[in-house]
């Protein structure tokens, strides 16, 4: 069954997910987090905003020549922090964002996140925008503000049906410095199931604060045991049968994808970069919150 919303037509399932994220990442966004938002999410640099007469103890480097000859009388220029920012959310939406085992698919977790991010930034009257990506960029929402376009962005991510299944995150992160070209705040919200993107991460970092959000499913290492079991590759499509019953092999896979996971963290640390994980079975407020009280403290030293 199909509903209109603000003129749009929504499948009913759609609508009731995005209802409940909006109600809960609003009042999240509202009470707990505009604070240490504000606090951590930095304007581009000094705006200028007027000019007065010099005080003693002011930095002399601050005085404007052109209206001090002008006024027979010394005046400097008054410089403000331009508060507002580019909040980027770039996505994956590869075939592997479809799974997860516990309370929501890992795509559903990463509408939360974008959603609690938007709204976020909304309230701290700094515009949105949004990369969709496979391997290929699928889809490109411009930065704007106002909690309509918060939504849309939501909306986008929650009800996106790519038309490719695999995982190239060179493409959403060259894309991410083409296409915003002041400096920005960018959340890569992805699984992190894929390889060769290092360069473009570096790229991306050097010219955007980037924050990588790590998504992860209990399923994702942890073999069931459950005997010959059969596996499909959800981007590939490529079939493997595996023994399930055999201790030594579920450990050995266990032990692939933390190393996988662990080099991924490495890479993000080296470019000094602020990972966040999220556990599609637990809160994705708490990670967030955290990242927010970490950049807080360093900020304060």
């Known amino acids: 069954m199909l509903y209109k919303r603000r003129g749009l037509v929504v499948p009913k399932e759609l609508l009731r997910k995005l209802r409940r994220i909006e109600i809960t990442t609003t009042r999240l966004a509202n009470d707990q987090l ?3 938002y504000a606090s951590v999410i930095r304007g581009q640099g000094l705006a200028f905003r007027e000019v007065r007469p010099y ?8 005085i404007d020549w052109n209206v001090s000859a002008r006024m027979n009388e010394a005046y400097v220029k008054v410089f403000v922090e331009e508060r507002e920012m580019t909040v980027m ?5 590869s075939r592997s964002q479809r799974f997860g085992t516990t309370r929501a698919t ?3 977790v990463a509408a939360e996140v974008t959603a609690l991010s938007a709204f976020s930034a909304i309230r701290g009257n700094d515009r949105v925008g949004l990369i969709l990506a496979t391997d290929r960029v699928e889809k490109i929402v411009p930065p704007k503000k106002g909690e309509k376009h918060a939504m849309r962005v939501v909306r986008e991510v929650l009800g996106f049906e790519p038309a490719r299944a695999g995982t190239d995150l060179r493409e959403a992160l060259s894309a991410l410095v083409k296409v915003t070209k002041r400096r920005s705040v960018a959340f890569v919200v992805s699984d992190f199931f894929t390889s060769g993107f ?3 991460l570096g790229l991306a970092a050097a010219k955007h604060d980037v924050i990588p959000v790590m998504l992860v499913d209990a399923r994702d290492e942890a073999l069931p045991d459950v005997g010959l079991a059969e596996f499909e590759d959800l981007e590939t499509g490529e079939l493997v049968v595996v023994d399930t019953s055999s201790r030594r092999v ?4 266990a032990e692939d994808v933390r190393a996988a996971r662990a080099e991924k963290v490495t ?17 994705f407020v708490a990670p ?11 900020a304060r030293r």
């Open 288 to 298: 967030i919150r955290d990242l927010f009280a970490r950049r807080a403290r360093r």
């Open 34 to 36: 505009a604070g240490r």
């Open 55 to 62: 005080q003693a103890g002011d930095d002399v480097r601050a």
């Open 106 to 108: 890992k795509i559903e």
């Open 267 to 283: 890479l993000f640390r080296k470019l000094g970069l602020d990972v966040v994980t999220i556990d599609t079975g637990g809160s």
């Open 89 to 93: 959310l770039v996505v994956d939406a």
């Open 250 to 253: 579920r450990e050995a896979y």
């Open 198 to 200: 290092e360069r473009a």
